[in-house]
């Protein structure tokens, strides 16, 4: 993906009383408030509204809020493990969770501030058996904020 990529729609959207049944996460970590755009075994994109009321906001930084780089990089891992779950189809949601493995080549551009909208693609790179690795990009205003590489792997909830 490049810079100058624009996340495409024409796929499924999901809002939050689905991404809930997709992935386990709850407030106040669940960090994607809707999927706009999701390919089965390809690509989503999700959006988080950040906002003033985020918890971590009064301890990074109260005079000077910024959404922790690894808070933006958990977006995207959500993102994709929605996108995990809805590719493997409906009978899996209740038994499976995705793991985060691996993160590399992460890079963070500009800071996140509250009011922003963050715009998160992520793209299936492969899968191989349990193992997904994606490639992540998050923009605000079309800006680059953050980009990864990263892999997460499904299992059994037992």
Known sequence: MSEADAPRRSGTEVGVVQIKKLIPHRYPFLLVDRIVDMHSDKRAVGIK???????FFQGHFPDAPVMPGVLIVEAMAQTAGALVVQTLGIEYQERLLVYFM??????????????????????KERSRGPV??????????????AEAVFAAMVRDKE
């Not at 997904?132 to 904020?145: D, L, P, S, T």
């Open 102 to 123: 691996s993160i590399d080549n992460c890079r963070f551009r500009r800071p996140v501030v509250p009011g922003d909208q963050l715009m998160i693609e992520v793209v």
């Open 132 to 145: 997904w690795k994606f490639r992540g990009i998050a923009r605000v205003e079309g800006k680059v904020v």
């Open 49 to 55: 509204n950040v906002t003033i009321n985020e918890p």
